[in-house]
């Protein structure tokens, strides 16, 4: 490609949400209906952690809910705000790290549905992120938590694609493990954006680290947060009919937690 830059995905905002941000439809009717199923308290008001540019969030601000978020990157967080301010509401979302924060006004449900999570590099961050969101919640308040997790009895999916066309900009990406250290438990993850218009051609060359997790490893995570439950378990489908028995081949998994 002609054009290459070497970038993360998360400074270019307009790009990371066409690419993830085109088909929440059933990311949104799931949320809603965990909300309903399995809150213990009414649902009004909703944080989430690592927003990024709110394709979720946004959604829900539309629909009625009080919303808001955080996230380490500024282009991120502003490109959200612009969005929220766009349709008269608040601008909510502040630069922030999900690892340590704290929330002005308690929320009753959260999400973080597709393995930002994983960006916490530590044991240390991760139970600080559980702390910090099991503080900031209402008593019955839920967590909905997406993340791949390590199969332990198959191996584990190895690259993954994604493409998406609005108008006449094409935003296609490749992205692959380099493989996992196994001291750190980091996997290398590799990612090529190629965005095409009429007039310019360009990829986005990334890299990136997400902490690994086999179920039980994350069992013992949780359990140092004992302010949080496990309601239920989902994977990817996101289907409220369908539970998920997490078993050694789940590669993908929406943990429902839910503050005692
Ligand atoms: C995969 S994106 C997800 C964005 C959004 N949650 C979504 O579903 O589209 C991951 C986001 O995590 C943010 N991030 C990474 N580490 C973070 C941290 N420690 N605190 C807050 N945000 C973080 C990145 O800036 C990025 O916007």
């Known amino acids: 490609m002609s054009n290459q830059v070497e970038a993360s995905i998360y400074d270019y905002p307009k790009y990371y949400d066409l690419l993830f941000g085109s088909d929440v ?9 965990c909300f309903a199923k399995h809150a213990g308290c009414e649902v009004k008001r909703i944080f989430e952690p690592a927003c990024g540019t709110g394709r979720l969030l946004i959604k829900l601000g ?4 009080e919303v808001s978020g955080n996230d380490l990157n500024p282009k991120a967080v502003d490109f959200c705000n612009e969005r929220l301010r766009r349709y008269d509401l608040p601008e909510t979302v502040v630069v922030g790290d999900m690892s340590n924060f704290k929330v002005k006004k308690k929320f009753n449900a959260a999400f973080n549905m597709i393995n930002s999570f994983r960006h916490l590099a530590t044991e240390k961050q991760a139970v600080g992120h559980f702390e910090c969101m099991a503080n900031g919640m209402t008593k019955g308040g839920l967590y909905v938590l997406g993340i ?3 199969p332990t009895a198959c191996p584990a999916m190895q690259e993954e694609s994604w493409s998406a066309r609005r ?14 250290d196994r001291k750190t438990r980091l996997e290398h993850l590799g990612l090529h954006v190629d965005v095409f ?4 051609r360009m990829r986005i060359v990334d890299h990136m680290e997400y902490r690994t997790y086999n179920q039980s490893q994350f069992m013992s995570l949780l359990k140092k947060v004992p302010k949080l439950e496990i309601a239920e378990t989902y994977d990817f489908s996101y289907d409220i009919r369908n539970p998920h028995v997490v078993s050694g081949t789940t590669e993908d998994v929406v943990y429902i937690l839910r503050k005692k």
């Open 62 to 65: 539309r629909t009625g809910y």
């Open 167 to 180: 108008g006449n900009l094409v935003v296609n990406s490749y992205m692959w493990s380099k493989g996992i």
């Open 25 to 33: 439809a059933a990311e949104f009717r799931f949320l809603k209906a």
């Open 148 to 150: 791949h997790l390590e």
């Open 197 to 200: 218009t009429p007039t310019k």
